[in-house]
């Protein structure tokens, strides 16, 4: 057992680490209050590669393996959030598009993927479909060598930015559930494509969007692998992605931490520094020591993703603590800042609003609970 970070890995900590202060936590704020697309930040995460992550290096991508993947989704998150929406979106387009594109998809998207020049979405929610994601209405029918598409994607990370979405689609009339999702890659600028903005409690700058298809053509070539194996294909991505996310959210919650400490330490009231009193110390130490616990376990998750072990109970553990848990320890370092907690001075309740989303995007709660007591008991746990 062997529980420290290599050299390599502590270089990688300290270099980010260093980025994510200088070059987006300054500007955090005004993306957020401004919503505008971080292009710039994109590019530099891109000379970083940390979009590449999971290119395949024949386009331009790192193919690293998923552990340095959390340490880049931690470690950017404590200078903004919404970048790490640029790490784990390339990342899922990477390991779709790498695993499942044909050539020309793939030396059209992903070298400018990796280098921040271009953003693939990833389109699965509708409006009438979230948790429920084998239940899809969105359908890809066939005509001559393509495939037409119709139907509504609503929620989509990075729609209003991005160039090109991975949209599931249904190929089959009478779908066995998932086993009838294709997946497409589809430039947003064909014909029958309409976006609009959602207007978003937090992570502003990630631009959500309600994606529109109507009678949308792509060729063949655009339909990522076989027939059908749209949904594995998402969800396989998904094990690794929690995880990413999970970290991501404890970042903000430790770099909060650390605020917070340093601060309490130099606030005084009632003649001592605040630090002294238990009541403020003793949150603290809880907040840290579940922070220390579940970041373990996200390594421990990373560490069995790359030795190809399974680790879907571990991953959907993450998912439903990490974001719960940074709510409430950037919720307690708001409130230990005292009124200048609650202003907009202070990254606080950006920071709030920003994790709340990751309570819901990629799988609410209730859903990771699911799948752990699924993979802990068995089918018969589940309501279906
Ligand atoms: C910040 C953010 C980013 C997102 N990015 C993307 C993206 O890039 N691409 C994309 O395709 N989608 C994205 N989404 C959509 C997201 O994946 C869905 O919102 C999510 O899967 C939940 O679906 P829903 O919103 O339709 O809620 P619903 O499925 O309608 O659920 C509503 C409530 O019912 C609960 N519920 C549902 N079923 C059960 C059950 N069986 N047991 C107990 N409770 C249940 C849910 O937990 C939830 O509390 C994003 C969402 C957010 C908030």
Not at 184 to 194: N, Q, R, S, W
């Amino acid at each position: 057992m062997d529980l420290a970070f290599t050299a390599e890995q502590e270089e990688l900590i300290r270099t980010l680490r260093a980025f994510a202060r200088k070059e987006l936590a300054p500007r955090s704020a005004h993306w957020d209050r401004t919503g505008e697309f971080p292009w710039d930040a994109w590019r530099l995460m891109g000379e970083l590669g940390l979009l590449g992550l999971r290119v395949p290096a024949a386009h331009g991508g790192q193919e690293a393996d998923y552990l340095t993947f959390g340490i880049a989704m931690e470690e950017i998150a404590r200078g903004d959030f919404a970048c790490t929406y640029g790490i784990q979106l390339a990342g899922l387009a990477g390991e779709i598009l790498g695993r499942n594109g044909g050539e020309e998809v793939k030396a059209r998207w992903l070298p400018p993927t990796a280098r921040g020049e271009a953003v693939v979405a990833l389109a699965l929610t509708e409006p009438g479909v979230g948790s429920d994601a084998g239940n899809l209405a969105c359908r890809a029918e066939r005509d001559g060598d393509g495939y037409v598409i119709t139907g509504e994607k609503s929620g989509i990370s990075l729609g209003m930015a991005a160039q090109a979405a991975i949209v599931f689609a249904l190929t089959e009339a009478r779908p066995a559930r998932a086993r009838g999702v294709s997946a497409f890659l589809v430039p947003l600028d064909l014909p029958g494509v309409a976006r609009s903005p959602l207007r978003d409690l937090g992570t502003r700058a990630v631009g959500r969007a309600v994606l529109a298809f109507d009678g949308v053509r792509v060729p063949g070539s655009h339909r990522l692998g076989a027939e059908g194996s749209g949904f594995q294909q998402v969800m396989q991505g998904f094990d690794y992605n929690r995880i990413g996310i999970a970290l991501a959210c404890l970042g903000v919650a430790q770099v909060s931490l650390e605020e917070t400490m340093a601060y309490v330490k130099e606030r005084r009231a009632f003649g001592r520094a605040i630090a002294q009193f238990q009541g403020v110390s003793f949150p603290i130490a809880e907040a840290q020591t579940h922070v220390d616990a579940c970041r373990w376990l996200c390594y421990r998750a990373l560490w069995l993703a790359d030795r190809g072990e399974r680790h879907t109970k571990e991953s959907a553990m993450t998912k439903w603590w990490a974001p719960r848990l940074a709510v409430d320890t950037i919720h307690q370092c708001l409130l230990l800042h005292g009124h200048y907690g609650y202003t907009d001075e202070l990254p606080f309740e950006q920071r709030m609003r920003d994790v709340i989303g990751l309570e819901i995007g990629d799988g609410t709660a209730e859903v990771m609970k699911m799948v752990v007591a699924r993979e802990l008991m068995g089918r018969e746990s589940l309501p279906y």
